[in-house]
């Protein structure tokens, strides 16, 4: 039987225009999905459209549990340069359960070809411990060295992700072949990987169906997926708070 997977960490709201679904009807529809534990993880502000930073910073007022659903405040923020800077504010960061970080197409930082440039903007975030999971890596507009991120992740406890929307054919297109390869070398070092859907309308959430089928090929083990179970995920969160850094400027 397939298996079902209760905690989605990638979900976008309607505060990002091009996302469908407002919070209560992604709430309404992870509840009737049966989900566990959704992420709420709208765009860092470098991305033309995203809210204020206020929308970000004020999800803290949301109670942790809305219709049964453990609703986790995160934001998807951008990196900035090859320091590994992102794009939140103090206390946009400071407010938040789960900080996803990765490459999008922004001004300050947009596609190219330098792997080497882009290898040492997500080596310095990883070292940093200001993001818990890289987001969407197999993105072929970034090009990046695996093995070198895949080693500095297993060694700062930070997650990698498998976006499955990045494994359709709608957005991300070639990131087949670089997340497999990713998730090779990371069973190899033995690295935490996290699930999302990287939903833009309420019907995907929970929808990982394209990753599902990678994990089967590479035989992952649950273990390491942070979302597998609300043990794995409590324990991976502990960890983290642990290891994040207090303070996004230092
Ligand atoms: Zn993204
Ligand atoms: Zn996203």
């Not at 940093?128 to 999971?133: E, L, R, V």
């Not at 990753?211 to 992952?220: C, P, S």
């Amino acid at each position: 039987m397939k298996k079902q997977y209760k905690i989605d960490l990638h979900i976008h709201t309607n505060v990002n225009p091009h996302a469908f679904s407002t919070l209560e009807e992604n709430i309404r529809a992870a509840a009737k999905k049966g989900m566990e534990i959704i992420a709420i993880t709208n765009h860092g502000p470098a991305l033309p459209d995203t809210p204020h930073w206020w929308h970000l910073r004020n999800i803290t007022i949301l109670p942790d549990y809305i219709d049964g659903v453990r609703v986790l405040k995160g934001v998807e923020a951008n990196i900035l340069d090859e320091n590994g800077k992102l794009d939140i504010n103090q206390l946009v960061y400071s407010g938040m359960e789960l900080v996803l970080a990765g490459f999008h197409d922004v001004e300050e930082y947009s596609s190219n070809s330098d792997k080497n440039k882009n290898t040492k903007a997500i080596l310095n975030l990883i070292k940093s411990q200001k993001a818990d999971i890289i987001v969407h890596l197999g993105n072929p507009n970034f090009p990046v060295n695996y093995e070198e991120i895949v080693k500095c992740a297993k060694e700062f406890n930070v997650a990698l992700e498998i976006n499955n929307s990045s494994l359709g054919n709608h957005v991300r297109t070639g990131s087949n072949t670089n997340c497999k390869k990713m998730l090779e070398l990371a069973k190899k070092e033995g690295c935490y990987i996290s699930l999302g859907s990287d939903s833009h309308y309420s019907g995907q959430i929970g929808d990982f169906q394209n990753i599902i089928e990678l994990l089967n090929e590479v035989e992952y083990s649950d273990e390491l997926i942070i979302n597998d179970s609300k043990e794995n995920l409590e324990k991976f969160l502990k960890l983290r708070s642990e290891l994040r850094s207090e303070d996004i400027n230092s």
